[in-house]
């Protein structure tokens, strides 16, 4: 692998202490007491055949019960076993944070039954680059995007991890530019976004788009290499822990949102990083 490598990115956490203060500061934190086990019926999901047509992802939303992404015949079989994930992830997450308290609130949970390596994507959505969250049609406003995975297949998960990213911003930041007068209100007006994009979303979504068109970048940025094994459970802010996934089949994701305000140090929020950099207000 390329580039110095970057320690210590991965913190193995038997409990629950020092959660908070390892995740805000950009450790992905393998939470090796958990599990999350498929029950007999279910493991029969775990094929890519449980994928409607094109989609990658099957999603659910915990808070209305929309699923997207899931093959016709196995829809509610498919409802049920995210439901199952969505509140098992919930609660471990709760427990592994309880200093956020009621501010942390479930996103999306996803299942992911395709295999990783060898799939077709335009550049913008290759998540084999490395990169820092952030959706086109999805503004955060600042708030930050914790995610908790889990491996449920049979060979290891393989990610890359990169630097930190206030080095990623220096980097990065030098080459964007400014957003055009109008255009959060224009994307709003045209349903491209369903919130008002704030400077501070244009910068992070230009930040992920530039990385990922970065071929000199992805080869030659500090790395490393970090395998899950079969049944690991790890959560990590995926928008300050620049990432990519390079292999395996099988991922449980459940996605949660929490204001910069809630933090334990705000100061670590991507947010408050590209505002000391660039020198004023962002969201
Ligand atoms: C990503 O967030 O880039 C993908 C992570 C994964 O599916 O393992
Ligand atoms: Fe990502």
Not at 22 to 50: D, K, T, V
Not at 111 to 124: C, K, L, Y
Not at 215 to 224: L, N, S, V
Request: glycine content about 8%; charged content about 25%; some cysteine.
């Amino acid at each position: 692998m390329a580039g110095r490598a970057v320690e210590p990115l991965v913190q193995t956490m038997e409990d629950t202490a020092g959660a908070v203060a390892a995740l805000e500061e950009g450790r992905i934190l393998l939470l090796s007491r958990l599990r999350f086990e498929l029950a007999e019926p279910e493991r029969r999901y775990l094929s890519p055949a449980s994928l409607a047509g094109t989609a990658k992802n099957i999603s659910f939303d915990p808070h209305s019960g929309m699923l997207r992404g899931a093959a016709m015949a196995d829809r509610g079989g498919l409802r049920e076993m995210l439901r199952r994930f969505s509140e098992w992830g919930a609660g471990e997450m709760a427990r592994l944070c309880p200093d956020y308290g009621g501010e942390l609130r479930a996103g999306l949970a996803n299942f992911r039954p395709a295999e990783i390596a060898g799939r077709a994507s335009s550049w913008r959505k290759d998540d084999t680059r490395l990169h820092v969250d952030a959706f086109p049609s999805r503004p955060m406003q600042g708030r930050r995007i914790l995610r908790l995975f889990v491996n449920a297949g049979t060979a290891p998960r393989v990610w890359r991890a990169g630097e930190p990213f206030e080095r990623v911003a220096q980097t990065f930041l030098p080459r964007l530019r400014a957003p055009l007068a109008g255009s959060s209100w224009l994307l709003r007006c045209l349903q491209v976004t369903r919130e008002r994009r704030t400077p501070y979303d244009h910068f992070m979504l230009g930040i992920h788009d530039a990385m990922k068109g970065d071929a000199g970048y992805q080869a030659a940025a500090a790395q490393t290499e970090v395998p899950f094994a079969p049944g690991a459970v790890w959560a990590c802010y995926t928008d300050l822990v620049s990432h990519a996934a390079m292999s395996g089949q099988f991922a449980f994701e459940q996605t949660f949102y929490l204001p910069v305000s809630a933090m334990r140090d705000p100061a670590r929020a991507p947010l408050r990083v590209l505002e000391r950099l660039l020198g004023r207000p962002l969201a």
